[in-house]
């Protein structure tokens, strides 16, 4: 990413396309002398008079100052002199701002073309345009967010349901941020005491402080264990969880993916083997986004196609966050059956007996034993909305809805928390084993900078560049 602070940016903010209002964001030293360029305000005062955090009625236009021959041209050249648009304006005097710097946003109507000419003005008038993610690179760099609260602004745009925005939002409150470095702090104040050690008496951590250090040490671990456990459940909240629906032909595999998303759009018929392709469809579960994922009846076949698809159900299987194992529960069970039961045995599953409407005659078998089953029917709806709770609960088990929970969804986060627990269970064991304060510290100090990076406390330009480019411009 080029340019520093000192540049003031400018991007359109709103997506591409038309919309009834198009934001352009300015933001930087210069935004309020930028957007007089383009902004003159019904009232007539000049832009740089009106208080912070207030609306403005303008009109835009493209100035004719000779400015413009020399400027750097990003968009095409406005065609017209003249008036833009009407637009409402608002400054926001730093640091009371989203990127904590002078901002301006200027809202017209949301024409491609308008907001195109507002952002060659500010860029000819001295502002340039802003790299993916640099508004919030910029809240950032500028305190006004650290790096966990930043992702946190990517997670709410991209959220796909109501769990993984709550988690976002929490997040980009702080609640991670504050967890970890209530660890990370405790930990520097450890580190703290065994190097004055190290220095001044010159061997080894004296009994009262090797107490003292398991302890701090310790309770830095839990927590960072802690949070890493929620990480399964918090990647499943924040991308949606895989199902896989899995069972033998003609058992109602199709039929059951029809009725979870109330249309028909699997082809259900009598014939075994109708299903060859892997078909994929989200449900929203109570706020948790699910994959529902059907596929090809398991069995020996010798048609091409089937084989075919056999192999992507197999494929599918090895990336399910959970089986919904299928079994025509109206017959007894067939020896493929009892194979894919103890095939799942150790995996997260639920077991269906479809065609319950029929007749019920192998809910007693013993091969079901031990394994978590719901009689349906995917034909009449019965026993539809028990199989949804189950799914959801055995994806979700943890009170994640809990206020006071933190729960961690970015896979950064979850690879720096599992650097710092390996460092402090070092740290912990050479504690143990009388070792050199020198050697505790060393283990103590990558435990504490690991988690500096979730943060942002510890960073590089790697990281940053990184985790802005997913951003779009304008965010
Ligand atoms: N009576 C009854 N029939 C059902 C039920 N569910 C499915 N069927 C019937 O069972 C047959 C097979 O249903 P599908 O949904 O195509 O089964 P499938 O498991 O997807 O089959 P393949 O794609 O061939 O592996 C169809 O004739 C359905 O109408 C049910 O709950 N009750
Ligand atoms: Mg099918």
Redesign the pocket.
């Known amino acids: 990413m080029h340019g520093g602070l000192e540049d003031t940016i400018c991007a359109i903010a709103t997506p591409a396309g038309e919309g009834g209002i198009g934001i352009v964001r300015l933001s930087g030293p210069q935004a309020l002398v930028v957007a007089s360029q383009v902004v003159r305000l019904r009232s007539g005062h000049p832009l740089s008079s009106v208080s912070s955090h207030s609306l403005h009625l303008a009109d835009l236009v493209i100035p004719a100052s000779g400015k413009r021959e020399e400027a750097r041209v990003v968009h095409k050249r406005p065609p017209v002199s003249g008036l833009l648009d009407e637009a409402l304006v608002v400054y926001m005097k730093a640091p009371r701002s989203f990127t904590a710097e002078d901002v301006v946003e200027i809202q017209s109507h949301g024409g491609a073309l308008v907001l195109g000419m507002v952002c060659t003005v500010c860029i000819e008038s001295g502002a340039r345009m802003a790299e993916p993610g640099e508004f919030t690179k910029r809240a950032f760099l500028n305190g006004r967010l650290d790096l966990s609260q930043a992702e946190a602004v990517l997670d709410t745009i991209r959220a796909t349901s109501s769990a993984g925005l709550n988690i976002a939002q929490r997040q980009l409150r702080g609640d991670l941020a504050r967890e970890v470095e209530q660890a990370r702090t405790s930990l520097l104040t450890v580190l703290a005491h065994v190097e004055a050690g190290i220095d001044f008496v010159g061997e080894d951590i004296s009994f009262l402080q090797r107490d003292e250090l398991v302890r701090i040490v310790g309770a830095a671990c839990a927590v960072v264990q802690k949070l890493e456990a929620t990480a399964q459940e918090g990647r499943i909240l924040r991308e949606g969880a895989r199902v896989v629906i899995l069972?033998?032909?003609?058992?109602?595999?199709?039929?059951?993916?029809?009725r979870l998303l109330r249309e028909e759009r699997?082809?259900?018929?009598?014939?075994?083997?109708?299903?060859?392709d892997v078909i994929e469809e989200s449900i929203d579960l109570d706020g948790v986004m699910i994959r529902l994922i059907?596929?090809?009846?398991l069995r020996e076949t010798e048609d091409i196609v089937e084989q075919e698809g056999i192999k992507r159900t197999r494929a599918a299987q090895d990336e399910a966050d959970l089986l919904l194992v299928?079994m025509?529960g109206?017959v007894p069970l067939t020896s493929d059956d009892r194979e894919l039961l103890s095939a799942v045995r150790n995996l997260k599953h639920v077991v269906v007996l479809?065609?319950?409407?029929?007749a019920d005659t192998v809910e007693t078998d013993s091969a079901l034993v031990g394994h978590r089953v719901y009689a349906?029917?995917?034909?009449?709806g019965?026993g539809v909305e028990m199989v949804k709770s189950a799914l959801r609960a055995q994806l979700v088990s943890r009170g994640f809805e809990a206020a006071e929970s933190v729960t961690v969804t970015n896979v950064r986060h979850r690879d720096a928390l599992r650097r710092a627990g390996e460092s402090l269970g070092q740290a912990l064991e050479s504690v143990q084993c009388g070792m050199a304060g020198e050697l505790v510290s060393i283990d103590v100090r990558a435990a504490a900078d690991a988690l500096g990076e979730i943060t942002g406390a510890i960073t590089t330009d790697e990281i940053l560049g990184r985790i802005f480019s997913e951003f779009c411009i304008g965010k």
Do not use: E, H, Q
């Not at 082809?267 to 060859?276: L, M, Y």
């Not at 059907?294 to 009846?297: F, I, N, R, S």
């Not at 479809?354 to 029929?358: G, V």
């Not at 349906?376 to 009449?380: E, L």
């Open positions: 069972g033998r032909p003609n058992v109602g595999k199709s039929s059951l993916l029809n699997a082809i259900v018929t009598a014939i075994p083997g109708t299903t060859r059907d596929t090809a009846g299928v025509d109206s479809n065609k319950a409407d029929l349906i029917s995917a034909k009449t019965l």
